[in-house]
C-alpha cells in the first residue's frame, strides 16, 4: 500500500512538470491532460531520479499512472523518452560538444575529453606512454558512491528526498552563495561543509518543518545528482594551461589531460601546489613502478600543478627487459635503476656492468660489478651498456655415437670416459670396442684428438680409462658405420623393377617377392650378371661380368632350387618370346560393319580388314578412303630433338610441335581402292598399325571452295569443269587471294596445286568431294621514297663510271 501511494504521488508530481517547476507538481491530481513531448529532458531526467529513490521500475508504476487518467499512448511515449535517458542519448550534442554525461546513477559528469598524439620524441623516457594511450586517462568514476569527505562548493546539485508519509523530491544546486533553497524549510549553507556533514544538516533543517521526519515516520535522503567544475593550472606539461575539470578529478587525470610532464619535464619531482604552498611531491615511478597511488590525490579549485626540469637522467640498454630513459633522485643507486628497468633479461651478463659517463672535457667508461650495484649512485647522462652472456659453457662435455643416450652433460673435476658412458646409459649392441675417439680443444683453441681403447675401459684398464676435460666430445663408433651399403638390381618383367638393399642370404625369391612378384609375361629365363672380384688383374680374360643363367617357375615365382644373391648382383628377367595382348583398328563410314576389329595377324592390310567389314557400301566413295595414324610422342620428341639450324628468333620449330601436339593429332595415309582391288600386292594395300582408323567417306557431287574468295560456298560437281568455273561460280578471288598457289584437297586426302611452265599455268584436278583452297598472299614491304631515291643515286653513279672509262 505504501509503495501505491508512493507511486500516485510520483506521477502527481511529474505529469505537471511542464507547467510549473518540480517542487509545486506534488499539487496535480489529473494526469489525463498531459503531452510527454511538452516535457523537458530535465523533467524525464527528474522522474528517473523519483523512481530510483523510490525504487521502483517504470513498468511497476504503469498502473497507477493509468488509473489517473494517463492514456497508454502517452505512457508509452513517457517510457520510450525514459529508456532513451538511460542509454545515454539525453542531453546529447553533437560531437565535440558534448559538456556533461549521466551515468546509470544518474549523476551528471561534465565530460571532458583531449585527442592524444604519439610522443615519438619522449618514447625512449620510461613513463612517456603513460600519457599517450587514450584508453588511460584516470577519469573519476561517477557510478562509485559520493566520497564522505567531498566538500560542496557552489555548482554542485543535490537531490534531497523525503519518504515515508509525507513526501517531497528535488534537485537543488549549491549557489554562488554556498546555500540550497529548499521549500518550505528555507536557506541551508554548504558550501565548504563535506556531503556528510552537510546531509546531518539538511536533515535537522528538515525534521523542524516535516514532523513524521521528526518521529522517525518519514525518511530523508541526501545525494549528489551534479558534480560542479574546478579550475586547475598546468605547468611545464606538453599542453600547459588552464583546465576546468571535475570536482573528483585527481592529479594523474589532470597530468593525462596535459599530455604529461614535456620534453625536459620531471617525472620524479612534480609539486601539487595549494593555496601557494607546496602541499605535495608526485613522483610517478612509484606508480609504474609498484601500482601505488597514494600521489593520485584529489584536486581542489585553483590547485596549481608544476612540473619542474628533471635534474638527471641516465640511458639503460642492451638485455634489460624494459631498456630506455630513466630519471634518478638523489641517492638513489643502480639497483633501484635495475628495478626500474625490470631487472635483466635471461641472457644478461651479470657480473659486470658497462657505463659511459661524462666529465667535463670528454667521456670515460666505468666498469660496475655486481657487489657495487646497490652502492653505486648513478650520474646524469650515464649511459649503461648490458651485454649479452658468452656464448660457451663452464662445465659442458659430449658423447655421441653408439650409446643409447647421445647428448650434451654437465662435466665435473675428474670424470673419466667410463663415467660418460655410464651417463648416457651404456654402449649400444653395434658399439665398435676397439677404439673410441675424442676431440678436445686446446688451451690456445685448437683442437686435438686422443684415441682410446674402449675394449680396455669396459675392461677396468684404469690407464685406458682416460680423464676428460671441459668440452671434450666423446665419439663411439658402430660397426654399422664402416659396413658399405650394398645393393641388388632387378629388371624386367616384374611388378616394380628397381635397386634394393642387399642383406645377407638374400635369395632370387626373397627378391622376387620382394618386388611384388613376376608379371604375366614373364618368361622362364632369368639372367643374373655377377661382378669379377680378384687381386690380380687378368688382361687375357676379356669378361667384365660372370653371367648366371637360371630357369624359374613363372607360374608361382619359385625356382626349384634357391638361389644365394650377392653384393651388386643384376637380375634380368625375360619377357616370353611370344607374349602379345589382342590390339584393334577402326573402320568408320561407308563399309557395310562398320566398328573396331582385333588384327589378326602382324601384317594384317588394308584389304583385309574392309572385307571382314563387309566391304563397301553401294554410297563409298572408293576415292575417298584414307587411314587416320595417331602421331606418337616418340614422333614429337624426334622432331624436338632434331637441330634445324634457325636463328635464335625463329619460331618455326615450336610452331611445328605445338601443331602436332595440339591441332594434327592424326597423321594422314590416302588409300587407291580401285588399285588395291586390282592389285593385293600395291602400295595403297599398306599394312596396318594399332589404333588406325580406316574412313571411307561416302559419296558426295559437291566441291567445297573456301579460303580467300568472295563467297566460301559448296557448288554441284561437273565433270568437263576446271578450277575455274568453281572459282567464278563462288566471285572469284577476292584482293588477298592468291591463285596462282591454289590447291585442291582430295577426299582421300592428297592434295595438289597449281604449277606453271613459262606463261602457262597447269591447274590441279577437280573432283567430287573435293575442296579448292585459296590461300592469302604473302605481305610484301614497299620501298619507301628514300630506298627509290637510294636506288637512283646508285644507277647514276655506276653510269657516270662507264662513260667516264670510255672516254
Not at 405 to 419: A, F
Not at 709 to 718: K, T
Not at 741 to 751: C, L, M, Q, R, S
Amino acid at each position: 500500500m505504501k509503495n501505491i501511494t508512493v507511486v500516485f504521488l510520483f506521477f502527481f508530481t511529474l505529469l505537471l512538470s511542464y507547467h510549473s517547476h518540480a517542487q509545486d507538481i506534488l499539487k496535480s491530481s489529473d494526469l489525463s491532460t498531459v503531452k510527454v513531448a511538452n516535457l523537458s529532458d530535465a523533467d524525464i531526467a527528474k522522474i528517473k531520479a523519483q523512481l530510483q529513490s523510490n525504487h521502483m521500475t517504470i513498468e511497476q508504476a504503469e498502473p497507477m499512472a493509468l488509473s489517473k487518467g494517463m492514456s497508454a499512448a502517452e505512457f508509452a511515449k513517457l517510457k520510450e523518452r525514459l529508456n532513451s535517458l538511460s542509454t545515454g542519448s539525453l542531453n546529447n550534442k553533437a560531437a565535440g560538444n558534448t559538456t556533461g554525461k549521466t551515468n546509470n546513477s544518474g549523476r551528471v559528469l561534465d565530460k571532458i575529453a583531449n585527442n592524444k598524439v604519439k610522443d615519438s620524441v619522449n618514447a625512449m623516457i620510461f613513463g612517456s606512454e603513460l600519457f599517450d594511450n587514450p584508453t588511460l586517462n584516470f577519469e573519476p568514476d561517477s557510478n562509485l558512491a559520493t566520497p564522505v569527505n567531498y566538500i560542496l562548493g557552489p555548482g554542485d546539485e543535490l537531490q534531497v528526498s523525503v519518504y515515508g508519509v509525507q513526501e517531497y523530491n528535488a534537485s537543488i544546486p549549491v549557489s554562488v552563495e554556498g546555500k540550497i533553497s529548499i521549500q518550505y524549510v528555507g536557506e541551508i549553507a554548504v558550501s565548504g561543509m563535506s556531503i556528510e556533514a552537510a546531509t546531518q544538516k539538511i536533515k535537522a533543517a528538515i525534521a523542524r518543518v516535516y514532523s513524521t521526519v521528526a518521529s522517525g515516520q518519514s525518511q530523508v535522503s541526501v545525494s549528489l545528482s551534479r558534480i560542479r567544475t574546478i579550475s586547475i593550472t598546468i605547468v611545464g606539461g606538453k599542453q600547459p594551461g588552464n583546465y576546468s575539470i571535475s570536482s573528483l578529478a585527481t592529479v594523474y587525470n589532470a597530468l593525462h589531460l596535459a599530455g604529461g610532464p614535456g620534453k625536459n619535464g620531471s617525472y620524479r619531482n612534480i609539486e601539487l601546489i595549494r593555496n601557494n604552498k607546496v602541499y605535495k611531491y608526485v613522483d610517478i615511478y612509484r606508480f609504474l613502478v609498484k601500482g601505488d597511488q597514494s600521489d593520485n590525490v584529489t584536486l581542489k579549485e585553483n590547485d596549481v600543478i608544476r612540473i619542474p626540469v628533471y635534474t638527471q637522467r641516465v640511458t639503460v640498454t642492451g638485455e634489460v627487459k624494459r631498456p630506455g630513459i630513466f630519471e634518478m633522485k638523489k641517492g638513489e643507486t643502480f639497483s633501484d635503476l635495475l628495478r626500474f628497468a625490470s631487472g635483466f633479461n635471461e641472457f644478461a651478463y651479470t657480473a659486470s656492468v658497462n657505463v659511459t659517463q661524462k666529465t667535463g672535457k670528454e667521456f670515460k667508461v666505468k666498469d660496475i660489478s655486481e657487489k657495487e650495484f646497490s652502492s653505486y649512485q648513478p650520474q646524469a647522462g650515464d649511459v649503461f651498456r648490458i651485454t649479452k652472456i658468452l656464448n660457451r659453457f663452464e662445465n659442458r662435455i659430449k658423447i655421441e655415437g653408439a650409446v643409447f643416450r647421445p647428448d650434451y652433460y654437465s662435466y665435473s673435476e675428474g670424470m673419466r670416459v667410463s663415467d660418460l658412458i655410464q651417463r648416457a646409459e651404456g654402449l649400444k649392441e653395434d658399439a665398435y670396442t676397439k677404439r673410441a675417439r675424442i676431440i678436445r680443444l686446446q688451451s690456445d683453441l685448437t683442437t686435438e684428438i686422443v684415441t682410446v681403447d674402449l675394449a680396455a675401459v669396459l675392461a677396468g684398464d684404469r690407464t685406458a680409462d682416460i680423464a676428460l676435460k671441459r668440452e671434450d666430445e666423446v665419439t663411439i663408433y658402430s660397426v654399422l658405420d664402416f659396413k658399405e651399403d650394398y645393393k641388388v638390381t632387378i629388371d624386367g618383367e616384374v611388378k616394380n623393377p628397381g635397386e634394393y638393399d642387399y642383406v645377407d642370404n638374400l635369395s632370387l625369391n626373397d627378391l622376387i617377392v620382394q618386388v611384388g612378384g613376376l608379371t604375366g609375361s614373364a618368361s622362364k629365363r632369368v639372367e643374373i650378371a655377377r661382378m669379377i672380384k680378384s687381386d690380380e688383374r687378368d688382361d687375357n680374360d676379356p669378361k667384365r661380368v660372370e653371367l648366371i643363367a637360371l630357369e624359374i617357375t613363372a607360374d608361382n615365382n619359385e625356382q626349384a632350387k634357391n638361389f644365394v644373391l650377392q653384393p651388386f648382383d643384376v637380375i634380368n628377367i625375360r619377357r616370353m618370346a611370344v607374349y602379345e595382348k589382342p590390339q584393334m583398328v577402326k573402320v568408320s563410314g561407308a563399309v557395310v560393319y562398320p566398328g573396331k576389329y582385333v588384327l589378326a595377324n602382324k601384317k594384317e592390310s588394308v584389304y583385309n580388314v574392309v572385307m571382314r567389314a563387309g566391304g563397301l557400301t553401294s554410297v563409298a566413295n572408293i576415292e575417298g578412303m584414307k587411314i587416320l595414324r595417331p602421331i606418337k610422342q616418340e614422333q614429337i620428341d624426334d622432331i624436338e630433338s632434331i637441330d634445324l639450324n634457325l636463328s635464335k628468333n625463329d619460331t618455326l620449330k615450336e610452331k611445328l610441335t605445338k601443331k602436332l601436339k595440339e591441332e594434327a593429332k592424326f597423321a594422314v595415309i590416302p588409300l587407291d581402292w580401285e588399285k588395291i582391288e586390282k592389285n593385293k600386292e600395291h602400295y595403297s594395300n599398306v599394312t596396318l598399325f594399332p589404333e588406325d582408323e580406316i574412313v571411307v567417306s561416302t559419296f558426295n557431287e559437291g566441291v567445297k571452295v573456301s579460303g580467300n574468295v568472295l563467297l566460301n560456298s559448296e557448288i554441284p560437281y561437273r565433270k568437263s569443269k576446271g578450277l575455274n568455273y568453281y572459282l567464278n561460280a563462288v566471285g572469284g578471288v577476292n584482293s588477298k587471294g592468291w591463285k596462282k598457289k591454289a590447291y585442291v584437297i582430295y577426299p582421300n586426302g592428297k592434295a595438289d596445286v597449281t604449277s606453271s611452265f613459262l606463261f602457262f599455268k597447269s591447274y590441279p584436278k577437280v573432283t567430287p568431294d573435293s575442296q579448292i583452297v585459296v590461300p592469302e598472299k604473302p605481305e610484301r614491304k614497299r620501298m619507301s621514297t628514300g630506298e627509290w631515291v637510294s636506288i637512283g643515286s646508285v644507277f647514276s653513279s655506276l653510269a657516270l663510271l662507264i662513260i667516264t672509262a670510255f672516254k
